[in-house]
Nanobody, 124 residues
Framework: QVQLVESGGGLVQAGGSLRLSCAAS????????MGWFRQGPTNEREFVAA????????DYADSVKGRFTISRDNAKNMVYLQMNSLKGEDTAVYYC?????????????????WGQGTQVTVSS
């Protein structure tokens, strides 16, 4: 049974930082690109960041470039999202997703497995 479990969300002031973690189990971790997505007040889930299987190639949404950094530890089956300079518009539920390496990991429709989400609230 595949499980993706996010943690690290919380309440932070604008300009602050948070680090999200996602623990994966029940899958061959290296066979998947891992991504972070978020769903805010508009209720539309959107791509945030993705890391290819090697961890050497990453993609970011324009809205988070230069502020967020995705990383993964294939030995521990973990993926992280370091979020700096947080803004109110970053407030959302953040989801971890696993996408087959052969597919575009920035596209929601390609995500095979989802975590349950972790809430991030940025106060201004």
């Amino acid at each position: 049974q595949v499980q993706l479990v996010e943690s690290g969300g919380g309440l932070v002031q604008a300009g602050g930082s948070l680090r999200l973690s996602c623990a994966a189990s029940g899958l061959t971790f290296g066979a998947y690109a891992m991504g972070w997505f978020r769903q805010g007040p508009t209720n539309e889930r959107e791509f945030v960041a993705a890391s290819r299987w090697s961890g050497l190639s990453s993609d970011y949404a324009d809205s988070v470039k230069g502020r967020f950094t995705i990383s993964r530890d294939n030995a521990k089956n973990m993926v992280y999202l370091q979020m700096n300079s947080l803004k109110g518009e970053d407030t959302a539920v953040y989801y971890c997703g696993a996408t087959d390496n052969s597919r575009d990991p920035t596209a929601l429709r390609n995500v095979r497995y989802w975590g349950q989400g972790t809430q991030v609230t940025v106060s201004s």
